[in-house]
């Protein structure tokens, strides 16, 4: 199968500047199957031949799906061991992202599903640009006193940081393309969240159903990272309570725990189609696209069950806009200037930013 320079450049990327493989090295290549509609396996045949191109060795290995995976299955847990790199296409990487992982393993999560998207902005700017960059917004949400975040449909709420930038603070893998920063906790903020007119999943969990629509307006109010109540159009209120009893009588959690944050830091994370053809794969890769902030919610840990998801967020960090109706405001970073001197090709990306997320603003 023949794959364009850039498909090939954006795996590069993935192997070379992302999980640091060397020649010589045991790639494991875990992936699901195509036919579950999640990934596009034309990615895993890319990476493996631009592995082998790379004097690597590439194994690749059909890990398949769990809705409700916890660990890593024997088989699949040996075939890490027995590996340098792991790179996953496949939702068991970011079901486990939280998670332990075997020790001394480079363990990759893509969240390039295809090859367009491996060869476009979002997988060929280079890697430790967003590495950079995802250091320079955590210091300047680290550092204010106060941050305020509102968007175009009424989100409103605000609350002191208390960032833990310590490495148990963020996952246990390598995320491939970096598209966010390290979640910020809800417990020191209060308002409400408007809803886009669903609720979804976080890739933790596939329970059933993994997403309601709601047909009305509906803001989530909450105070000090708990969740008090759902206002708005009474019909969709009731079906967003509904949801949030089922899903935490089934799995067991904490209902009403608002646990985290963040907003995406990569222009290029465009996400093709609408989300309402596959919220799980809408939810899965699309977050990282500056026009999106999701929520952490129903679970007393990372990623919590159920997000809920901010287009075009402005966030102001004691007053100076971070991110300005879902455009990061690069000028407002420390060294962020530096870093697209450094890497021109995030300054390109920047400078055209793929505003496609699957929703209407």
């Not at 159009?233 to 949801?243: E, K, L, M, W």
């Not at 189609?273 to 990282?288: I, K, L, P, T, V």
């Not at 990623?303 to 967020?313: A, F, H, Q, S």
């Not at 300054?347 to 699957?358: S, Y």
Request: hydrophobic residues 40%; glycine residues 10%.
């Amino acid at each position: 199968m023949t794959y364009s320079a850039a498909q090939y450049f954006g795996a590069r990327n993935l192997l070379v500047n992302c999980a640091e493989a060397q020649t010589g090295e045991r790639i494991l290549i875990a992936h699901e199957p195509s036919g579950l509609g999640y990934y596009d396996n034309r990615v895993v045949d890319c990476v493996a031949s631009a592995a082998e191109g790379l004097g690597m060795q590439a194994i690749c290995m059909d890990v398949g799906f769990d809705r409700q995976a916890r660990a890593l299955p024997a088989a699949v847990k040996l075939a890490v061991e027995d590996a340098d790199v792991v790179v996953f296409f496949a939702r068991l990487g970011d079901q486990l992202r939280f998670s332990e992982m075997p020790e001394g393993k480079r363990i990759v999560v893509s969240y390039a599903l295809c090859p367009d998207m491996l060869g476009s902005g979002f997988g060929t700017v280079h890697h430790d640009a967003f590495l950079q960059l995802k250091n320079s917004v955590n210091a300047a949400i680290s550092r204010a006193n106060s941050i305020h975040v509102t968007c175009p449909r009424g989100t409103d709420f605000r609350g002191q940081p208390q960032l833990r930038l310590e490495s148990s603070g963020d996952t246990s893998i390598r995320r491939f393309p970096m598209s966010v920063p390290t979640p910020v906790p809800a417990r020191s903020f209060s308002g409400r969240v408007a809803m886009p007119g669903f609720l979804t999943g976080t890739g933790s969990q596939y329970y059933s159903p993994y997403t309601v629509e709601l047909s009305g307006q509906v803001f989530a109010i909450f105070e000090q990272g708990r969740l008090t109540q759902f206002e708005g159009d009474a019909t969709s209120v009731g079906i967003a309570n509904r949801h949030y009893d089922h899903v935490a009588r089934e799995l067991g959690i904490e209902r009403d725990f608002v646990h985290s944050w963040h907003a995406g830091i990569h222009p290029g994370c465009g996400f093709p189609g609408q989300a309402h053809d596959s919220y799980e794969r809408w939810s899965g890769s699309g977050f990282g696209n500056p026009r999106l902030l999701h929520f952490h919610t129903c679970g007393s840990y990372a990623p919590g069950e159920i997000c809920w998801n901010v287009i075009d967020p402005t966030i102001t960090a004691d007053g100076i806009a971070l991110w300005e109706k879902g455009r990061l405001r690069m000028d407002n970073l420390p060294d962020a200037d530096a870093m697209l001197t450094t890497f021109p090709c995030a300054a390109k990306a920047f400078a055209q930013p793929d505003d496609r997320i699957g929703l209407s603003a």
